[in-house]
């Protein structure tokens, strides 16, 4: 059993995003860090001071933890936004800025 | 006041569905102006659409009360009497100066446009957030809130990891637990700090909730089913990893709240699930100068803040779970609707709603001293353990501004550490920091409920922010 038999959820075909230019699939209807957390990967944050890595901890848009840059926009709140077709998602370090 | 009456509701959860479904049945067009894509808030919270589950009542817990409340609303939207501004993220709310309200809200993709909400009353509904005291190595990924694990679930059908242990204290780990185990996680142990017993020894107040016990009795058999270990009157004392969790240590608790010698042993696992309860989301009451009682919002029993026009219900009232907050938010609809219609309301019309509020308002007294997190739990955080997450701030860092710098408030700890500086704005480390030094908790004053793009500030007409 895994949630989507659970729900009996017979979502659309996956599509294609890119996480740090590897290809990674993704169902429509899904966050940024449920499509993450399905292709198995947690952290996609380093932290500022000591370079840390992070990924999704509130889960509902408090903590911000899960910070990350979707098609070059960084800040983005991995659990919140949607994830779309084509989606080119890098792991944040630092601000996320350029001059980091 | 001319035409129609209009309510804005703040949250979609259970507490501003009952709120709007009462308003909008008694004449007043109602805004419902929520975050997510769909109603429900966290207790509810749906698939997306887009995953098409057809049974997402696998997940759920009182299905039948949602579907009553989905239902409602839907015939509310149908007829007219209600919007339901979906995806928008109140930032904040302000008195104008006819006496109106006005709301606040972001939506877009890039939550970047600015929306303004006018209304004769608001009903704040807006919720409440997960805890969590610091321990060695919860910072490292694949420790993430109970409360998370569960919303990840219900909300995009996934799981965090395969092997997972949910710890911490309070009522949500059960539903957390058995959630996970459902839905293909092995949970290798429920680890609670308090001893769910304790309560049974507050017999009066549970003989008056039967249904408590049968919720509780009903957990147990899952538990069972699941072959979930229960571990009470245990903590996680650490969480190992260097780039990903990899294992916890647990250990058993004595009657002080202290680790007993002797009892720690590790178990594996990629996913910790840990939760210390719930505190009230007061941003937008603060803002609007609503007083509060500790850290919730004070109503009276028609669930009016003291701010003329404001109502709250649920969680942001105090901690009580969905159905105080259905009770809550019931109440408030109809003394709205009854006060914007200029007449008083009368209480004896929402008297099994006002007996059910009372039962649980005194239920989750008596739970929140059982579910308290162990008092022991500050000793065990040791000075390097990072506390403010956003910031980086350790717990040394913090007990030194206490201790050599002579800080008596958070307010003071933040200015000299920055911890509760950064991007959540202390919504994270300020019950740690206040347990590290002493100081009292206190709500944290913030002007706005979340970020808001400076261009969306410049563009609000001119003669907002003018208070009456």
Same mark, same amino acid.
């Given at each position: 059993m895994n949630p989507l038999e659970l729900a009996d959820a017979r979502p659309g075909p996956a599509f294609t995003v890119t996480f740090d230019g590897r290809a990674v699939d993704a169902l429509p209807g899904q966050t940024v860090a449920a499509a993450l957390w399905t292709a198995g990967v947690t952290a996609w944050r380093s932290t500022r001071g000591s370079g840390r890595p992070r990924g999704v901890f509130c889960g509902i848009g408090v903590c911000f933890d899960c910070l990350v840059t979707v098609n070059g926009v960084p800040n983005q709140r991995a659990c919140l936004v949607p994830v779309r077709p084509g989606d080119v998602i890098r792991a944040q370090e630092g601000t996320g800025g350029t001059n980091d | 006041?001319?035409?129609?009456?209009?309510?804005?509701?703040?949250?979609?959860?259970?507490?501003?569905?009952?709120?709007?479904?009462?308003?909008?049945?008694?004449?007043?067009?109602?805004?419902?102006?929520?975050?997510?894509?769909?109603?429900?808030?966290?207790?509810?919270?749906?698939?997306?659409?887009?995953?098409?589950?057809?049974?997402?009542?696998?997940? *759920? *817990?009182?299905?039948?009360?949602?579907?009553?409340?989905?239902?409602?609303?839907?015939?509310?939207?149908?007829?007219?009497?209600?919007? *339901?501004?979906?995806?928008?993220?109140?930032?904040?709310?302000?008195?104008?100066?006819? !006496?109106?309200?006005?709301?606040?809200?972001?939506?877009?993709?890039?939550?970047?446009?600015?929306?303004?909400?006018?209304?004769?009353?608001?009903?704040?509904?807006t919720g409440g957030y997960e805890q969590v005291l610091?321990?060695? !190595?919860?910072?490292?990924?694949?420790?993430?809130?109970?409360?998370?694990?569960?919303?990840?679930?219900?909300?995009?059908?996934?799981?965090?990891?395969?092997?997972?242990?949910?710890?911490?204290? !309070?009522?949500?780990?059960?539903?957390?637990?058995?959630?996970?185990a459902a839905a293909g996680a092995r949970v290798a142990a429920l680890v609670e700090s308090a001893d769910p017993r304790e309560l049974l020894r507050r017999a009066p107040v549970l003989a008056s909730q039967p249904g408590k016990l049968a919720e509780g009795a009903w957990y147990a058999g899952l538990l069972l089913r699941h072959r979930v270990r229960t571990l009470a009157r245990h903590t996680v004392v650490e969480a190992h990893g260097t780039d990903r969790l990899e294992g916890v240590t647990v250990a058993a608790l004595d009657r002080g709240g202290r680790v007993r010698p002797g009892t720690a042993r590790r178990i594996d696992c990629d996913t910790l699930a840990v939760g210390h309860g719930m505190l009230p989301h007061t941003d937008l009451a603060e803002t609007l100068g609503c007083t509060l009682a500790g850290m919730a919002v004070r109503v009276d029993g028609e669930q009016r803040t003291d701010v003329p026009g404001v109502w709250a219900?649920?969680?942001?009232?105090?901690?009580?779970?969905?159905?105080?907050?259905?009770?809550?938010?019931?109440?408030?609809?109809?003394?709205?609707?009854?006060?914007l219609h200029g007449t008083e309301p009368d209480p004896r019309g929402w008297a099994p709603a006002a007996r059910t509020r009372a039962r649980l308002r005194t239920f989750f007294a008596a739970a929140d001293s059982v579910y308290a997190p162990p008092a022991g739990w500050a000793d065990r955080v040791g000075d390097d353990t990072v506390v403010c997450r956003c910031e980086e701030v350790t717990a040394g860092e913090i007990r030194g501004a206490v201790g050599s710098l002579g800080a008596g408030d958070l307010r003071t700890v933040k200015l000299l550490t920055r911890a509760g500086m950064g991007w959540c704005q202390g919504r994270v480390c300020a019950p740690a920091v206040a347990g590290l030094t002493g100081c009292p908790l206190n709500p944290g004053r913030r002007p706005f409920a979340r970020p808001v793009p400076l261009g969306v500030l410049a563009a609000l007409p001119v003669d907002h922010g003018e208070k009456d």
């Amino acid at each position: 059993m895994n949630p989507l038999e659970l729900a009996d959820a017979r979502p659309g075909p996956a599509f294609t995003v890119t996480f740090d230019g590897r290809a990674v699939d993704a169902l429509p209807g899904q966050t940024v860090a449920a499509a993450l957390w399905t292709a198995g990967v947690t952290a996609w944050r380093s932290t500022r001071g000591s370079g840390r890595p992070r990924g999704v901890f509130c889960g509902i848009g408090v903590c911000f933890d899960c910070l990350v840059t979707v098609n070059g926009v960084p800040n983005q709140r991995a659990c919140l936004v949607p994830v779309r077709p084509g989606d080119v998602i890098r792991a944040q370090e630092g601000t996320g800025g350029t001059n980091d | 006041m001319t035409g129609q009456p209009r309510l804005a509701v703040v949250g979609a959860g259970p507490a501003g569905l009952a709120g709007a479904l009462a308003a909008a049945a008694r004449g007043v067009h109602v805004t419902l102006i929520d975050a997510a894509d769909q109603a429900g808030g966290q207790f509810f919270r749906q698939p997306a659409t887009a995953l098409r589950a057809r049974r997402p009542q696998a997940l *759920h *817990h009182q299905w039948r009360a949602w579907q009553r409340l989905r239902d409602g609303l839907e015939r509310h939207v149908t007829e007219g009497r209600t919007e *339901h501004l979906a995806g928008h993220h109140v930032w904040c709310a302000e008195r104008g100066s006819a !006496g109106s309200l006005m709301v606040h809200a972001l939506r877009g993709a890039a939550q970047d446009e600015g929306v303004a909400v006018r209304a004769d009353a608001v009903l704040l509904a807006t919720g409440g957030y997960e805890q969590v005291l610091p321990f060695p !190595g919860w910072t490292l990924p694949g420790v993430v809130t109970a409360g998370g694990a569960q919303a990840m679930l219900k909300g995009g059908l996934v799981l965090p990891g395969r092997t997972v242990v949910v710890a911490g204290t !309070g009522p949500l780990l059960l539903p957390v637990a058995t959630g996970l185990a459902a839905a293909g996680a092995r949970v290798a142990a429920l680890v609670e700090s308090a001893d769910p017993r304790e309560l049974l020894r507050r017999a009066p107040v549970l003989a008056s909730q039967p249904g408590k016990l049968a919720e509780g009795a009903w957990y147990a058999g899952l538990l069972l089913r699941h072959r979930v270990r229960t571990l009470a009157r245990h903590t996680v004392v650490e969480a190992h990893g260097t780039d990903r969790l990899e294992g916890v240590t647990v250990a058993a608790l004595d009657r002080g709240g202290r680790v007993r010698p002797g009892t720690a042993r590790r178990i594996d696992c990629d996913t910790l699930a840990v939760g210390h309860g719930m505190l009230p989301h007061t941003d937008l009451a603060e803002t609007l100068g609503c007083t509060l009682a500790g850290m919730a919002v004070r109503v009276d029993g028609e669930q009016r803040t003291d701010v003329p026009g404001v109502w709250a219900a649920g969680e942001s009232t105090g901690i009580g779970g969905a159905a105080l907050a259905l009770a809550e938010g019931h109440i408030a609809g109809r003394s709205i609707a009854a006060r914007l219609h200029g007449t008083e309301p009368d209480p004896r019309g929402w008297a099994p709603a006002a007996r059910t509020r009372a039962r649980l308002r005194t239920f989750f007294a008596a739970a929140d001293s059982v579910y308290a997190p162990p008092a022991g739990w500050a000793d065990r955080v040791g000075d390097d353990t990072v506390v403010c997450r956003c910031e980086e701030v350790t717990a040394g860092e913090i007990r030194g501004a206490v201790g050599s710098l002579g800080a008596g408030d958070l307010r003071t700890v933040k200015l000299l550490t920055r911890a509760g500086m950064g991007w959540c704005q202390g919504r994270v480390c300020a019950p740690a920091v206040a347990g590290l030094t002493g100081c009292p908790l206190n709500p944290g004053r913030r002007p706005f409920a979340r970020p808001v793009p400076l261009g969306v500030l410049a563009a609000l007409p001119v003669d907002h922010g003018e208070k009456d």
